[in-house]
């Protein structure tokens, strides 16, 4: 477990994994969520507050993730350079969609459960 208190964005345009994302990391963690139904919704809350580490699906209605961040990026904002997590099944389809892959980090969705904290654990740690 990791001490401090961090913030997160979670954005899915599933409510249960949304859900399931948010207990995983407040079991981990002491932390503030957000979370997102959608890439439009989710850079609606990256530009009025900064995050620690936004986890993101890819294959979302209205935007992609892969869009969301590139938005996320490409605007001067409080989450310009924030790590990023894509949690998704389409990994290389998101991958290849990103421009600045700095501080992004794929993850095949079938691995979360056992991949997830530890990945946000090494990213809080180095900040």
Do not use: W
């Not at 989710?42 to 890819?58: E, N, P, T």
């Not at 095949?108 to 904290?117: H, M």
């Amino acid at each position: 477990m990791v001490k401090g208190k961090y913030s997160f964005l979670v954005v899915d345009d599933e409510q249960d994994i949304r859900g399931i994302l948010s207990d995983f990391l407040q079991d981990s963690f002491t932390c503030d969520i957000q979370t997102a139904p959608s890439g439009l919704a989710g850079l609606d809350c990256a530009k009025k507050q900064r995050f620690d580490v936004i986890i993101s699906d890819h294959r979302m209605p209205e935007m992609t993730g892969a869009e969301f961040i590139n938005n996320v990026r490409a605007e001067t904002g409080p989450n310009q350079g924030t790590p990023v997590i894509f949690l998704s099944g389409y990994v290389e389809e998101a991958r290849a969609g990103i421009k600045d892959k700095e501080k992004v980090l794929f993850l095949d969705k079938v691995l979360y459960p056992t991949e997830l904290v530890p990945s946000v654990e090494k990213i809080v740690n180095s900040l």
